[in-house]
C-alpha cells in the first residue's frame, strides 16, 4: 500500500510546521516584549512616588491639621452646670431641697469668650501645621525621586560594568586556547599558558564581584518600584545638563524643599509667639444660671463675668512671650543657616559635576583610544615574535580597567546629576516630557 503522502511532500509539511513554531514563537515573543516595555528613569520615579506609604500619610496629617484650624477657629464650648445649692445637713430640715428658705436647685449656663485675635491665631497655628506637613511632604517626593534616580543609574552602570568583564572573561579563554596552541607547537613557554590561566581566573573574579553589585543594585530598585529586580532598564537619560543654572544657584535653593520645611517652622514659631502676645490679653466668661426654691419662695436667676487676674504679668505671660519670640528667632537663624550650608553642599557638587565632566572627554578623546591602540600594538607585536603573551595580557588588562575606570566615572558623575536634578520633586515629569 502507498503512503498517503511522498517523501518530498512529507519534507515540505515538517518544514512549514516549522516555520508556523517559528512564526508563533516571535509573535509570543513580541506580545511579552509589548507586555513588559524596558523600565525609563521615568517611570521608575512614578512608580516610587506611587507606592510610597509615608506620602500617604503626610497627605492625611495635612487634612488633619486642616480640620484642626477649623475647629480652633470656634468659640470654646459652653459649660451646663446643676446642682443644689444650701442643703440643710441637719436639724429637722436635713436634706430637705424645699423646706429651707436658702435652698435652691440650680442649673446654669456659662461661655468663654475668647477674643476673635486668639481664635484666628490658633487656627493660623494649625494652618501652618499643614503648610509644614505639605513642606515636608515635598521634601519626601524630592528624596523619594533622587534615590529611585540613585537606583536606577547604580544598576544600569553596574550592569554596564558587567557585561565588560564577561568580555574580559570571554578573552581570557581565548588568549588560554592560543597560548596552549603556541606551547603545543613548540612557539610558547608554559610560563605563558599559566599566566593565561591566571588572568581567567582574575577576570572571573572581577566579574563574580560586579554581578553581585548588579544584583543588589538590583534588589535595591526594585525596593522603590516593586518589580523584578532584573527587570529590564531602557537608555539612560542625559547626564549632560543640570535643570538650574549654576550661577543662580542662591536664589533657586531658596525654595528647596529642605528650606521650605525650615521657613514653615519659623512661620510656626511666630504665630506661638503672636499667640503669647495676644494671651497678655485675659478672655471673660459670663455665666447665667436658674435657681429654684421651695414653693414657698421665690425662684431666682443670677448673671455673672469672670476676669482672670493677670497680677504677675512680668513673671509669667512677659516670659513666655518673650521665650517665644527667642525660639521664632532661632528657627529663623537655623533656616539661614541651612541655606548657607545648601548652597555650599550643592556648589560642591556642581563643581565635582563640571570636572568629571571634563574628565569624561580625556577619557573618551584620549585615554581610551591609546589603551586600545596599545592593547593593538602589543598583540600585533605578539603575533610577530616581538612580545611576549604576557606582554599581551598585560595590555588586555590595562585596556579594560581603562575602559572600566571610564564606566565608574561615568556611574559618579550620573550620580552627581542625579542628585543635582531632584533638588525638587516633579522633575521626573519634566524628564519624561523631555526629547
Known amino acids: 500500500m502507498l ?123 494649625y494652618d501652618g501645621e499643614a503648610q509644614k506637613t505639605l513642606a ?88 522603590w518600584t516593586g518589580l523584578a529586580a532584573d527587570a529590564p532598564l531602557a537608555e539612560k537619560p542625559d547626564i549632560a545638563a543640570l535643570p538650574f543654572d549654576p550661577d543662580g544657584l542662591p536664589t533657586a535653593l531658596t525654595h528647596h524643599p529642605d528650606i521650605t520645611v525650615m521657613k514653615a517652622q519659623a512661620d510656626i514659631a511666630r504665630t506661638d509667639a503672636n499667640l503669647a502676645k495676644a494671651a497678655r490679653s485675659a478672655d471673660w466668661t459670663v455665666s447665667v444660671a436658674f435657681q429654684q426654691r421651695g414653693g414657698a419662695y421665690s425662684n431666682m436667676v443670677s448673671v455673672g463675668l469672670s476676669v482672670p487676674l493677670q497680677w504677675d504679668r512680668k513673671n509669667r505671660q512677659d516670659r513666655e512671650l518673650a521665650a517665644k519670640l527667642a525660639l521664632a528667632d532661632q528657627a529663623d537663624a537655623d533656616r539661614d543657616e541651612a541655606l548657607r550650608s545648601h548652597q555650599a553642599e550643592v556648589a560642591a557638587m556642581v563643581e565635582e559635576w563640571r570636572s568629571n565632566r571634563q574628565r569624561q572627554d580625556r577619557y573618551r578623546q584620549e585615554l581610551l583610544p591609546l589603551s586600545a591602540s596599545r592593547a593593538e600594538a602589543v598583540l600585533a607585536a605578539y603575533r610577530g615574535g616581538k612580545a611576549s603573551l604576557a606582554d599581551v595580557l598585560a595590555a588586555r588588562r590595562s585596556d579594560t580597567e581603562a575602559r572600566l575606570q571610564a564606566l565608574q566615572l561615568e556611574a559618579d558623575t550620573a550620580r552627581l546629576w542625579a542628585q543635582l536634578n531632584f533638588l525638587q520633586p516633579g522633575r521626573a515629569r519634566s524628564l519624561k516630557e523631555a526629547p
Not at 533622587?146 to 544598576?155: F, H, M, S, Y
Not at 558587567?162 to 613548540?186: H, N
Open 3 to 125: 503512503s498517503r503522502f511522498s517523501a518530498p511532500g512529507r519534507a515540505r509539511s515538517r518544514h512549514a510546521g516549522a516555520k508556523r513554531l517559528l512564526c508563533l514563537c516571535a509573535a509570543l515573543c513580541g506580545v511579552v516584549s509589548a507586555a513588559e516595555p524596558p523600565l525609563t528613569l521615568a517611570e521608575a520615579q512614578r512608580l516610587a512616588v506611587s507606592r510610597s506609604l509615608q506620602l500617604q500619610g503626610q497627605q492625611r496629617a495635612i487634612s488633619a491639621s486642616r480640620e484642626m484650624a477649623v475647629a480652633a477657629g470656634q468659640l470654646p464650648d459652653p459649660v451646663l452646670s446643676a446642682g443644689i445649692d444650701n442643703l440643710p445637713v441637719s436639724g429637722e430640715d436635713r436634706y430637705r431641697t424645699g423646706a429651707d428658705f436658702m435652698t435652691m436647685r440650680r442649673i446654669g449656663l456659662s461661655q468663654e469668650l475668647t477674643s476673635g485675635d486668639k481664635r484666628r491665631l490658633r487656627a493660623a497655628r
Open 136 to 223: 515636608e511632604q515635598e521634601l519626601a517626593h524630592a528624596a523619594i525621586e533622587r534615590d529611585t534616580a540613585l537606583a536606577w543609574l547604580d544598576r544600569y552602570y553596574a550592569q554596564a560594568a558587567t557585561a565588560l568583564a564577561t568580555q574580559l572573561v570571554a578573552q581570557s579563554q581565548l588568549e588560554i586556547d592560543a597560548a596552549d596552541s603556541a606551547y603545543r607547537g613548540g612557539r610558547g613557554t608554559q610560563s605563558d599558558a599559566l599566566a593565561a590561566r591566571a588572568s581567567l581566573v582574575l577576570a572571573q573574579d572581577r566579574a563574580a564581584d560586579l554581578s553581585r553589585r548588579e544584583r543588589v543594585a538590583g534588589i535595591q530598585l526594585a525596593r
